[in-house]
């Protein structure tokens, strides 16, 4: 399809497993963004990217989450050592626009539970 | 205090009805303003940018109070696909780039 994508889109996890989520923006979109999202709370805002620079990672919540946008076009986000509060949908959103001038289209999530 | 703010609701109203949601900011160099819908599990999408002289999209009209730095989203005769949680975003520049700030969202439910 044309939108983004997100896989999985269910993952359990393990208390202290590793786990990659893979965020496919729509074609052409320079800016992708990754947000956290807990239950009954708005999205919470992780890192950005403009194309393969990382120009904001001041959301990521510890030095166990990474994300890396290598050819400035599909973004992974792994979590290592995988705690019980990281459970959440994490979100991937992208834009056309550099910054946020412009209209963020999200995937459908990824749903991470962590026994 | 939060960044943004919105009051979670529930709002239960019946179909016709007019609703009003607020959402306040306490950054007053925010540049950009916007109003997402989030259905349940689903992602958020776009429902609507608020501009400074405030701006109406069929029965939804936002508007942009900057001196008292809040942003409201009114919804008329509303429908039972309106049910949803509505999202307050704002974009505040600054020293990080691109950082959009989502409120908690406010649940309305439509009811027959």
């Known amino acids: 399809g044309a939108g983004v994508s997100q896989s999985p889109r269910y993952k359990v996890a393990k208390r202290g497993q590793d786990v990659a989520l893979r965020c496919d923006p729509i074609?052409?979109?320079?800016?992708l963004f990754w947000y956290q999202q807990a239950l009954g709370q708005g999205p919470e805002f992780l890192t950005y990217?403009?194309?393969?620079?990382?120009?904001?990672k001041s959301g990521l919540p510890s030095d166990r989450f990474f994300a890396e946008r290598p050819e400035g076009s599909v973004s992974t986000l792994k979590i290592q050592r995988t705690q019980q509060e990281d459970s959440a949908v994490y979100l991937c959103?992208?834009?056309?626009?550099?910054?946020?001038?412009?209209?963020?289209?999200f995937g459908e999530g990824s749903r991470l539970t962590v026994l | 205090r939060k960044e943004v703010e919105q009051d979670p609701g529930p709002f239960n109203v019946p179909e016709g009805a007019t609703v009003a949601f607020n959402c306040t900011y306490s950054?007053?160099?925010?540049?950009?303003f916007f109003w997402y819908r989030q259905d349940c599990r689903k992602e958020p999408k776009l429902l609507m940018s608020?501009?400074?002289s405030g701006n109406e999209d069929g029965r939804f009209t936002a508007q942009l109070n900057r001196a008292s730095q809040y942003i409201s989203l009114l919804i008329r005769d509303s429908k039972l696909s309106d049910s949803a949680t509505y999202l307050c975003?704002?974009?505040?520049?600054?020293?990080?780039?691109?950082?959009?700030?989502f409120g908690k969202g406010t649940k309305l439910s439509v009811k027959p």
């Open positions: 990217f403009q194309n393969e620079a990382q120009l904001d």
């Open positions: 608020v501009y400074s």
């Open positions: 950054n007053s160099a925010s540049q950009s």
């Open positions: 959103a992208s834009s056309f626009s550099p910054g946020m001038s412009g209209e963020l289209f």
């Open positions: 074609s052409g979109h320079v800016s």
């Open positions: 975003v704002v974009n505040i520049y600054g020293g990080s780039q691109g950082n959009l700030i």
